[in-house]
């Protein structure tokens, strides 16, 4: 069966940063693409970048350009997250999500990972 | 793209059907998907493509509309139902969401 096992919580100092883990199995790991979201406490989602894993190409919202890098070990299956320059407004559950292949496609997340708190305070 | 739900929350009964309604601030064609999520939990994909069931999920959630107004409907509510539904669109990046309706039991 398909899983996506992240790495434990996180706490963190304000200008830290934190890389989040996000191990597959059950499916062929460079098939598919990986998204990030992360979910502050009480609100929405919201979607932060995507890896294309098979050529590692990578894509983020603008509003963490230049702060979350995404990457990939394909020969561990693993995806990581990783965020730099961590503030207080950072504290959220992060989700690494599979997209799955709809028909028609359009993109929507099949499979999550139980989610890593990570807690940004001084 | 802005994605607005209504209501924020609802309260129902057993065996009643709602509908929630998911407006797009500009057209996005049926790049439209559905999603439960309980707490604690990571969300769960129940509608994609507007109204295509996702594999394992009951027959009496049915998704309909394009452009830019969008329903979700559950026919007949039953226990395990009652949770938080978001919208999400991905006609364009980035993928944005609704900002989620609460159904609780009456």
């Known amino acids: 069966q398909v899983q996506l096992v992240q790495s434990g919580a996180e706490a963190k100092r304000p200008g830290a940063s934190v890389k989040v883990s996000c191990k597959t199995s059950g499916y062929i790991f460079t098939t598919y693409a990986i998204h990030w979201l992360r979910q502050a406490p009480g609100q929405s989602l919201e979607w932060m970048g995507w890896i294309t894993v098979d050529n590692g190409n990578t894509k983020y919202s603008q509003k963490f350009q230049g702060r979350v890098t995404i990457t990939r070990d394909t020969p561990a299956n693993t995806a990581y997250m990783e965020v730099s320059s961590l503030r207080s407004e950072d504290t959220a559950v992060y989700y690494c999500?599979?997209?799955?292949?709809?028909?028609?496609?359009?993109?929507?997340?099949?499979?999550w990972g139980q989610g890593t708190l990570v807690t940004v305070s001084s | 793209i802005q994605m607005t739900q209504s209501p924020s929350s609802l309260s129902a009964s057993i065996g009643d059907r709602v509908t929630f309604t998911c407006r797009a601030s500009q057209s996005i064609s049926y790049y439209l998907n559905w999603y439960q999520q309980k707490p604690g939990k990571a969300p769960n994909l129940l509608i994609y493509?507007?109204?295509n069931l996702q594999s394992g999920v009951p027959s009496r959630f049915i998704g309909s509309g394009s452009g830019t107004d969008f329903t979700l409907t559950i026919s007949s509510l039953q226990p395990d139902d009652f949770a938080i539904y978001y919208c999400q669109q991905t006609y364009n990046t980035p993928q944005t969401f609704g900002q989620g309706t609460k159904l609780e039991i009456k």
């Open positions: 999500v599979r997209e799955g292949k709809t028909r028609p496609a359009t993109g929507a997340l099949d499979y």
């Open positions: 493509a507007t109204s």
